[in-house]
């Protein structure tokens, strides 16, 4: 195996969606989803530059991924982050755990767990996030299958820097006016409950029987507020046993950092600039460039240049 102890840049994938605007590519629409940290995209550095990331993982194994990650994944990136630009409302979906994928896909499918982190939002901007407390399975059931469950949802208002843990079995939408980072599960397994009438298409349609398998109506969402970390420091905002999410700020001080080779750690800037730095390396990075930090790196620092906000997800070892 391959030992890497430098970032590892990565080529952005692109997805036009019609719920896309044009912050991602400024004067390009509808560009809805810039897949950041993806196991095929292109690695553009290092001795591992050509390669797509899947390939680099099973060239470096546990030196990018981290021993206890490289032992429940093996030759598989186990983390997806991409960036959502909302112009319209997303279709109200569904993502099954586990052991429906397994069931309702088939062998090597995973589930997904995600959470979201909103970079901008509106005056106006919300989620749908779980139903309202109460609602039955049954109510839930005929919502979905005579396409009025919009009645049954919670509304959230939210705000520029909060954050939300989206669940296996949570019916989630995300609303207008936001830009959005996303970090999930090595699976884009959705499931269109409801798409607000949209003309069906091949490419969207609905998928009734297997949003009923994995809806739950007892899950709801609960948002985390915004607030900044300390300069010079991070804030946890999400953890679960599939990944953790952090809010690194920075501005006069630098952030110390170490993955103590448990771990890679995955770095988006969402605002301003700043640079990594660890034993013989630097990586500048501008903003919305993201970087993954192999497990081997070990100790190093994000050095801002001028204020900065940096998210900073790693893999899960409690699944």
Known sequence: ???????????????????????????????AEAWMVFENNLILNGPLAGKSLVEGVAAAGASLLGQAVYAQTGNRFPLLIKLLDCAQWLSLQVHP????ALRLEGPGQYGKTEAWHFIEA???????????QGTSRQALEKGITE????DLMQRLGVKTGDSILIRPGMIHALGPG????????????????WDWDRPATPQR???IEKSLAVSDPSLTGSLIA??????GSQRQLVSCGYFDLCLLAAEKQAVQLDTRKETFHSLTVIEGSARLQGEGWQQPLSRFQSAVVPADAGA?????????????????TGQ
């Open 1 to 31: 195996m391959e030992k890497i102890t430098e970032p590892l840049l990565l080529e952005a994938q692109y997805r036009e969606y019609v719920w896309g605007g044009s912050r991602l590519i400024p004067g390009k629409s509808p560009v």
């Open 97 to 100: 755990n586990d052991e429906l």
């Open 122 to 132: 509106d005056p106006a901007a919300e989620i749908l996030c779980g139903l309202k």
């Open 147 to 150: 396409h009025n469950v919009l």
């Open 178 to 193: 936001m830009l959005v980072y996303e970090v999930q599960q090595t699976s884009d397994w959705t499931y269109r409950v």
């Open 205 to 207: 349609q609905l998928h």
């Open 226 to 231: 915004a607030k900044a970390p300390a300069d």
């Open 300 to 316: 190093y620092s994000l050095v801002p240049d001028g204020a900065c906000q940096v998210l900073k997800a790693s893999a899960g």
